[in-house]
């Protein structure tokens, strides 16, 4: 794979637009960590030059060379992760790069921030503060055994219901799995959208295609709506039909 640096295509001025633009940022950072860190791991060769790894604006990670230009455009992510990876263990490891990728999404929002007065970068850094950063969502999955969507507080399974044409309920999926403290790398569920990991208290509905989850505020789907909804499709799924 070839490596380019990191391109900026947004400019986000208020409080909200920043706040979407650090929310994708930590989703995708989150995914690198979490769901898709087999893949990372691999990207980060010791064997190649400094390297770093960026959250997108548009939700994707990317393992890449720093940016060329003197100073940056934006405030640049730790260099040389990839020389580390294998002279430590593997989950101290994926812990330390957590800590620098949370230092540098609070850098590039208040990078952003600079220009707005004192009450709405205090405004924005509470919205932050309510997310869990990038560390918390990697450690989490090692020291707490929690329900998955699909799992109610007596341990029984719940079906993610959807009706079909002759008005009949149906399951559409069943996300019911058993953990163990020494679980694998893969046990959490975070919102596809923003990153955000699983509350047993939000609506979250799953998308049929994907598979993925998310929170319904962030895909604009309402419980009574999601009642209507025979075979969910989540925005991403739903624009590569249209490209076809």
């Not at 706040?19 to 190649?48: H, I, N, Q």
């Not at 309402?222 to 739903?238: G, L, M, N, R, V």
Request: aromatic content about 10%; overall charge negative; hydrophobic content about 30%.
């Amino acid at each position: 794979m070839e490596m380019a640096p990191a391109h900026v295509s947004s400019n986000p001025r208020t409080v909200e637009d920043i706040y979407k633009d650090y929310s994708a940022r930590r989703g995708a950072l989150v995914r690198a960590l979490t769901s898709d860190v087999d893949e990372f791991f691999d990207f980060c060769d010791p064997d190649k030059e400094n390297l770093c790894l960026y959250g997108h604006s548009n939700g994707r990670w990317e393992v890449a060379l720093p940016a060329e230009e003197v100073p940056p455009e934006l405030p640049e992510p730790a260099l040389g992760i990839n020389f580390a990876r294998d002279g430590m263990n593997r989950r101290d490891w994926l812990s330390l790069v957590a800590v620098h990728s949370d230092s540098w999404l609070v850098s590039v929002a208040f990078f952003f921030a600079a220009r707005l007065n004192g009450n709405e970068r205090k405004r924005l850094f509470n919205m932050i503060n309510d997310l869990p950063t990038v560390y918390e969502a990697l450690v989490d999955r090692k020291q707490h055994v929690r329900e998955r969507p699909g799992v109610d507080n007596s341990g029984k399974s719940r079906h993610s219901t959807k009706r079909t044409s002759d008005g009949q309920v149906k399951s559409s999926r069943v996300v019911a799995e058993e953990y163990e403290d020494d679980d694998e790398e893969h046990n959490e569920t975070f919102c596809g959208t923003c990153g955000g990991r699983y509350n047993a208290n939000e609506f979250w509905i799953g998308c049929d295609i994907c598979e993925r989850w998310f929170h319904g505020k962030c895909v604009r789907i309402t419980p009574a709506k999601a009642e209507h909804i025979k075979h969910y499709k989540c925005p991403d799924c739903s624009s590569k039909k249209n490209r076809l």
